[in-house]
């Protein structure tokens, strides 16, 4: 199982932009997927998740009314919108897939830099 992030990028204080994760091979059974972020010298966090069956959604507090996931299972992927960014979201994204009963997976990390 891989995960492909894409969609990071450069973006001044209050742009937008859209990440996208997608799981290959396609059919795999993903139980929920979400979006991590580690900036330097800081631990790595949730940004949000979504389960596949339910589209519960989960937001970290700094993120809330700002970010906005969401996936399309048909092609096992999801998607982070971030809209009104700032600085301090400057970090490297990761994709993350839960499956049940066997584990997890990360993607590659994609850098977002928010200039001020």
């Known amino acids: 199982v891989q995960l492909q992030a894409s969609g990071g990028g450069l973006v001044q204080a209050g742009g937008s932009l859209r990440l996208s994760c997608a799981v290959s091979?396609?059919?795999?059974?993903?139980?929920?997927m979400g979006w991590y972020r580690q900036a330097p010298g800081k631990q790595r966090e949730l940004v949000a998740d979504?389960?596949?069956?339910?589209?519960?959604?989960n937001y970290a507090d700094s993120v809330k009314g700002r970010f906005i996931i969401s996936r399309d299972n048909a092609k096992n992927t999801v998607y982070l919108q971030m809209n009104s960014l700032k600085p301090e979201d400057t970090a490297v994204y990761y994709c993350?897939?839960?499956?049940?009963?066997?584990?997890?997976?990360w993607g590659q990390g994609t850098l977002v830099t928010v200039s001020s």
């Open positions: 993350k897939a839960d499956r049940t009963l066997i584990g997890y997976y």
């Open positions: 091979p396609s059919a795999v059974s993903i139980r929920k």
């Open positions: 979504i389960t596949t069956s339910s589209s519960n959604t």
